[in-house]
Every structure is written in C-alpha cells, then in structure tokens.
C-alpha cells in the first residue's frame, strides 16, 4: 500500500491564481481530511470527509473548496489564491473498527507559497 | 467543544534524560487521545493512542503515556532520551465519533549530546 499520497509537494502562486491540492489514499477509507500547518498553531481541519458524495466544514473552510466523487481521492481547491493561505497542507484518511473512527493517517504534505 | 493544550512549545534535554511533554484536554465526551510526532519536512506519524482501554498506552520508539481523568492530561514521557528523538510532538483529541481531530500547538523537542 502506498497510504496517503499528496501532489504537489511544493507549490508557488501568484495572489489570485487557482489550483487543486491532490489527496489519494489506497486504504479503502471512508473518512478523509484536510488540514493546514501554521507555525506555532499546530494543524487546523479545513475541510472533511464521511465517504464519495459527502463533504462538511471543518474549523477554516473560507478560500477552499473540496469534493469526494471517489473513495480514493479527496482534492482540496484553492479559487483565488491568497497571501494568508501560504502553508503546509496535509491530507488524511482513517477507517471505522467496531464503529468507532480509527487511526488517522497523514500524507507527505503540499508546502504552498502565495506571492 | 473539545480542546487541546500543550504546555512548553520547545522542550530541550540531554541525550539519556527523561523525556516529558505536557499535554491537557478538554471533552465533553469520553475522548480519545493521539500523540503524533513530526521530523522536519515529513508528515505526522502516530506514536501512540488511547481509546478507552488501558489508562498506560506504549507507543513506538520507547514513548508512553498515561491518561489521567481526574487531571484531563495525557502526558508522554520516556525514560531516556535520543538524538533521533529531536522533533516536533503534537497531542490531538477527537470524540471516536468522526473524523475530526483538535490538535495541540505542538511541542518542538531538542536533545543535546
């Protein structure tokens, strides 16, 4: 299994610009984040995932859009790139035991820089 | 709401010191708790997690920690630190229910020869 799988891994954008952060996991996972890092606040949900079709906000949603027409893949949009949203991302993805959400596992990180 | 405090954004030891990151929560729920680990420019690998079960939890590489209700902490500690150790520790809570995890502001850990 390769797990979580992140492309690009480092990005440049000028301010305004658009681009998609790709995310694909080969768990058979339902439940798939996003997440961006910040120096000195930790890692914040943007967005997340239930299963294909199912989408909800997490705790900074503004400027991103995602959509989860697979399992595998959980791609996080940036419409109009902005300064503030210069980052690291991460993706992640974790399974059910028994019900209860398991593990999550994160992928290698996207590093954006917004000029 | 759920929350997660880390006491001491950089912690510094000696090569074979004992290794103690601080880390509180708050749950209105019985939560579960996550201790990950950062090395630079990589993602975030799972050390260790409590869902319930035993109150002590062994992780990888050496670490443990003790759930603690009665002081809402998850402390991680190792009896003798490494070099390989220097990295950025994060505790996160989640409620076992979703996907969503609260992390800490994280604790950036240096050991010296």
């Known amino acids: 299994n390769a797990g979580v799988t992140q492309t690009p891994k480092f990005q440049v954008l000028k301010t305004g610009q658009s681009m998609t952060l790709q995310c694909a996991q080969d768990?058979?996972?339902?439940?798939m984040s996003w997440y961006r890092q910040d120096p000195g606040m930790g890692l914040r949900l943007i967005h997340y995932?239930?299963?294909?079709?199912?989408?909800d906000q997490g705790e900074v949603p503004n400027g991103y859009n995602v959509s989860r027409s697979t399992t595998e893949d959980f791609p996080l949009r940036l419409l109009s790139a902005a300064p503030s949203q210069t980052s690291v991302y991460f993706c992640?993805?974790?399974?059910?035991?028994?019900?209860?959400?398991?593990?999550?596992?994160f992928g290698p990180g996207t590093r954006l820089l917004v000029l | 709401a759920q929350s997660v405090t880390q006491l001491g954004s950089h912690v510094s030891v000696s090569e074979g010191a004992l290794v103690l990151l601080r880390c509180n929560y708050s749950?209105?729920?019985?939560?579960?708790l996550f201790w990950y680990v950062q090395y630079p420019n990589q993602g975030l690998q799972l050390l260790l997690k409590?869902?319930?079960?035993?109150?002590l939890v062994k992780g990888i590489n050496g670490f443990e920690a003790e759930f603690k209700k009665s002081e809402t902490s998850f402390h991680l500690t190792k009896p003798s630190a490494h070099m390989s150790d220097a990295a950025e520790y994060f505790c996160?809570?989640?409620?076992?229910?979703?996907?969503?995890?609260?992390f800490g502001t994280g604790t950036r850990l240096q050991v010296f020869p």
């Open positions: 749950s209105s729920v019985p939560p579960y």
């Open positions: 409590y869902t319930s079960a035993a109150t």
């Open positions: 996160a809570v989640s409620d076992g229910n979703t996907d969503k995890l609260i």
């Open positions: 992640a993805s974790s399974g059910r035991d028994r019900g209860r959400v398991e593990t999550q596992y």
């Open positions: 995932s239930v299963g294909a079709g199912i989408t």
């Open positions: 768990m058979n996972h339902e439940y």
